[in-house]
């Protein structure tokens, strides 16, 4: 079974589209994230979800929302793509959201046209 | 600010020798400490992880981690690679309390000549 599973593995889209990437996770965990990984591989945390509230906001455009409908899932919507949000995203999952080991989803790879 | 450096952007060995992958830190107080490895199209899976105590950390697949305070450095050791050790490596640091806010290296790319 798979601990953290993305949906979609790609995702091809044109600017100026709204998408989303679904994240689900079967390990009982309490704590979400959503990680960008740009084209150097530099990864950098976006949000955290900690029982469904919101716990880290770093600085996204307000065109990304993630939204939590329970403890198990963390998805992320994107509004009016830009060519620049071109990147993998990763969903990650802790137990708590304090000194845990994060597991990582296999990656969402996104490329707008 | 808190920031990580992996100085080595991409790294060559043979396969059987030893490796050591670098990693130095900047954070106000003395942070949590992980070594993660990605390989190709996969996502990241948790090699080591320091907290506290001992400041040699063994992880899985042969691999470990020396935490020296003095130099701000989490290297990452291995005393003998496998053609399968090839992929990316990264290490990240995050806050001893609070929301774990992880922050990454470049990653450092390892590959692994026959």
């Known amino acids: 079974d798979t601990a953290v599973s993305q949906t979609p593995k790609y995702l091809v889209t044109q600017m100026g589209n709204d998408k989303s990437i679904k994240c689900e996770q079967n390990?009982?965990?309490?704590?979400m994230y959503w990680y960008k990984q740009d084209s150097k591989k530099f990864l950098k945390i976006m949000f955290s979800y900690n029982n469904k509230e919101l716990i880290i906001n770093e600085t996204v455009p307000n065109r990304f929302s993630p939204k939590s409908p329970d403890k198990a899932h963390l998805n992320l919507h994107i509004n009016s793509l830009e060519l620049g949000d071109s990147a993998v995203y990763f969903c990650?999952?802790?137990?708590?959201?304090?000194?845990?080991?994060?597991?990582f989803g296999p990656g969402t790879r996104l490329t707008v046209l | 600010a808190q920031s990580v450096t992996q100085p080595d952007i991409h790294i060559t060995v043979s396969e059987g020798a030893s490796l050591e992958l670098r990693c130095n830190y900047s954070?106000?107080?003395?942070?949590?400490l992980f070594w993660y490895v990605q390989s190709p199209g996969q996502g990241l899976q948790l090699l080591l992880k320091y907290f506290s105590g001992d400041t040699l950390v063994q992880g899985i697949k042969g691999f470990e981690a020396e935490f020296k305070r003095s130099q701000s450095s989490f290297n990452l050791r291995k005393p003998s690679v496998h053609w399968s050790d090839a992929a990316e490596y990264f290490c990240a640091v995050g806050p001893p309390s609070g929301a774990q806010k992880l922050v990454f290296g470049q990653g450092t790319r390892l590959t692994i000549n026959p």
């Open positions: 390990l009982g965990h309490d704590t």
């Open positions: 954070y106000g107080a003395t942070p949590y």
């Open positions: 990650a999952s802790s137990q708590g959201y304090s000194a845990d080991t994060q597991y």
